[in-house]
Structures are given as C-alpha cells and as structure tokens.
C-alpha cells in the first residue's frame, strides 16, 4: 500500500488508513520545524552530533584524574622509546585522555570535512529522486490524501512549490541534510564506542598537535588478553604517538589524505533510484528516529567505482592510508620489541580488528562504500621493514619528504625492486629526487634521469 501515497504519507502499522500530516502533534511539529531550520550545510552536524552521542547510551562517563595520569605518562613513555627507531621527532604537544563523547566532539570537524562532499551527492540524487513523484502530485499521477487535499487553499499551483528552489524541493535538501546527518551521525557513534584513540582509523581525526587515548576503549581492547593493563597502554600510545609525529612532521600530508577522500567523494555513484525509494517509503513520523533514518539510506546507494577516474581515486586513498598505517605498524613494533612482553600478541590483536572489519573500515563502508584492505597494510608494513634493512630509519623516513617518493600499489606488490633501487632512484638519492620535482638542478649537475611513469 505504501506505493498508492506520497512521501510522508505512509500507512501507519502497515494498515490502509494513511497517517495524518506530520503526526498530528503540535510537539513533534515543533521538533520537526527546529530539525529543518538547519542552514549549515548538506549534512545537519547539530543532528548528527545528538544521534553519535545519544548512541553511546549509558556506556560513557567522563574521565577521571586517576584516568588522565596513566595516559600522559604512556604517552610519555612512546615518545622516548620512538625516539630511538625513527628520525621523525615527536608530534604531540599535548596528551589527553578523552571519554567517548569527548572523542566525538572533538573529531566531528574532520568528519564534516571528509562527509560534506559525500552528502552533496546525496542530496543531488534525493532531488532526483524524489522531483518525479512530486511533480505528478494533483495530476492524476498519484492520489493526494484526503487530508492533505483538504488542507490545500483552494486553486494553490503545486508545480510552483515544487519547482527548482521552491518552497517544496528546499524542504527536501534539508530533509536530505537529516537523513545524512542521522546515518553519518549513527556511524560515528558506534565508530566511538569501539576506538582507542584519535588516530585509529589512520585518518587524522584529532586537533593538530594532541596524542589522545580514549581510557574506555583502552580497558575494552585489553580484556581477555591476559596482559597487564599498563602493557595495553602502552603499545596503544605507541600507534597514538607514532601517528601524530607523522602528520606532524610531514607537512604535505594532512592535507594529501583529506584531499584523496574528497577527490574520492566528487566521483561518488549514487543510485539514484534506490535514494527515491527510501525517500517515497519514509514518513514524517521516522524522521525523528535517526536509527530508522540509518537503516534505510543504507551503504547499497552507492555505487561500484566504475570509471577510471574513480577507480584511480579509489586506488590513490586506498595506497596512502595503507602505506601511514603500515608505516605506524612498523614503527611501534620497533619500539615495543625489547619493552613490553606482550608486544607480539598486542600486534595480532589489532590486525585481528583489521581483519574482522574493524570500526575504520566499517565507518567508510557505511558513508562512502569504502573498505580498508588489510592485504595492503600488511603489505605496505613489510616493505617500511625491508627498507629500515636496506637503509635505516633515516632513509625509510626520508621518503615522506614528498608524496612522490612514496611507494606505489605495484611496489607493494613487489617491495623488493623498491628496496634494491631498481623502480626508482629515490632511496638512492631522495634529496636528489626532491630537487627534480621542484625543478632545480641536480646537486651533482648531472642528468635528471627518465621520469618514472608509476608516480
């Protein structure tokens, strides 16, 4: 029955009487009108806010001075014993231990960063999607409820209100803005009740020169293990501190990664007619349960990469990503052997998070269709070894002087042509390599050699 109504007007409880307009309650009216008073943007952030942290439940509490103690000092201890095994100094300016809504309230700038673009092409395709019911309502195309049609004024020009943006259609963006921020919202909080830290997800969520652990997450990562809770601690800080002297002291890269997701997010597919079904099927009454919202603007909206140009996108965030995470793999197990005990079977543990579809990879999967492929961070982990083998940690950590010396997806494949020099020259002479990408000279005066088609 729910094909014969309009948007909004879904019979309730599966019966043929359609529900009245909006509820039919001055409260849920006025709740209705504040959620769509929203002007900032494709997504409602203040909404998806309340969703992330209404998700947590009674799961959260803030964090005590007992509890912030503890993390500074295993901040503390990651940074002298990092100093030892890469010649990135440390990053972090700041250590915090955060409580799981703290983590959300601080991260949320980054997600709006990283989503908006995203939500864009929601919104895009909800117009779409939903115009050609709207443009058939009073004629003929579909049958306007009897309440509805009451409340009409006499002679009132619908295709006026629904046209290009009027009245109707700019409702929809802002209903499209809810849908979005409720689903972007319910990710982010269940992404928050599982995390450790600010930089689990390999992405740099956090402020700019802060190391945070998350003491809840830390006491969930550990149970079961059977390892002391300070050993934890520890190698989590560890992964913290490693990732924060990364973005801290590579100056290209934050901005690198976060132009990959949008590059990703401006090729985006969306199914256009899946949106309008979800739009069609909705009623006021589930706008204002966000985990209805979430559940049907599902991940099967968006569509397989399939052009080039977003299989090539999708390629490029999928390598740097491997290759930080690699990277911060690589390090910390460097750090931890000869400290903590456990150091082995701390590092099975997270790859087995990876493995079982950790909180990075399902948070991508629910707002983008992105997975992280654990293959590749393995991968991307072996060849930083083999390259701290062949030329130290000075010569491993001089190729994050430029985003071009990086290794490529087929480097990965095959890390020992990198390591040998035989794909490209740049572990022979990285400064050199700097020098011919920003157009200078060679310090020897000498050829600058073929271009390497792979980068």
């Given amino acids: 029955m729910s094909g014969n109504f309009p948007f909004g007007f879904t019979p309730a409880g599966g019966g043929d009487e359609p529900r009245p307009p909006f509820g039919g309650g001055a409260p849920f009216f006025a709740e209705l009108e504040r959620l769509l008073s929203w002007h900032g943007g494709p997504v409602n952030w203040e909404l998806a806010r309340q969703v992330a942290v209404r998700s947590l439940g009674d799961t959260d509490s803030a ?228 985990e209805r919202l979430s559940e049907a603007l599902g991940e099967d909206v968006f569509s397989d990469a399939t052009t080039p140009e977003q299989k090539a996108a999708l390629a490029r965030l999928e390598l740097i990503l491997a290759l930080i995470e690699g990277w911060v793999d690589h390090v910390t197990d460097a750090a931890a052997t000869g400290h903590l005990p456990a150091a082995g079977k701390l590092r099975e543990m997270v790859r087995r998070r990876r493995a079982e579809g950790g909180p990075g990879e399902q948070t991508f999967a629910t707002l983008v269709g992105l997975s992280l492929r654990p293959r590749k961070l393995r991968e991307a982990a072996a060849l930083w070894e083999a390259v701290r083998e062949a030329r130290g940690h000075e010569g491993r950590d001089a190729l994050w002087a430029h985003p071009d010396l990086l290794p490529t997806a087929a480097d990965l494949a095959a890390p020992e042509a990198f390591v040998s020099g035989a794909s490209s020259s740049a572990l022979d002479d990285p400064i050199g390599e700097i020098e011919k990408l920003r157009g200078a000279p060679p310090a020897d005066g000498g050829s600058d050699g073929p271009d390497n088609p792979d980068r």
């Fill in 63 to 290: 964090v005590s001075t007992a509890q912030r103690e503890p993390v500074s000092e295993a901040i503390r201890i990651a940074d002298v014993w990092l100093d030892a095994v890469t010649s990135l100094p440390a990053g972090a300016t700041a250590a915090q231990a955060w409580s799981r809504q703290e983590w959300i309230e601080k991260t949320l700038p980054v997600w709006q960063t990283l989503c908006d673009p995203i939500a864009t092409k929601v919104a895009e395709a909800m117009r779409t999607g939903i115009s050609s019911g709207l443009n058939h309502l009073g004629g003929g195309g579909i049958e306007l409820p009897s309440e509805l049609r009451g409340a009409l004024p006499p002679g009132l020009d619908l295709s006026g209100l629904m046209a290009t943006g009027g009245p109707i259609m700019q409702m929809m963006d802002r209903v499209g803005g809810m849908l979005f921020g409720a689903q972007v919202g319910q990710a982010i909080g269940t992404l928050a009740a599982e995390v450790v830290s600010s930089t689990e997800v390999g992405l740099p969520l956090g402020p700019v020169g802060t190391a945070a652990l998350i003491p809840a997450g830390v006491v969930a990562f550990g149970q079961g293990l059977e390892i002391p809770e300070d050993e934890v601690r520890i190698y989590l800080a560890l992964r913290e501190a490693a990732s924060s002297r990364l973005f801290a002291h590579v100056p290209w890269l934050r901005a690198h990664v976060l132009g990959a997701v949008e590059e990703y997010a401006r090729g985006i597919a969306v199914d256009t007619e899946a949106v309008g079904r979800v739009m069609r099927m909705v009623d006021p009454t589930a706008l204002m349960n966000p």
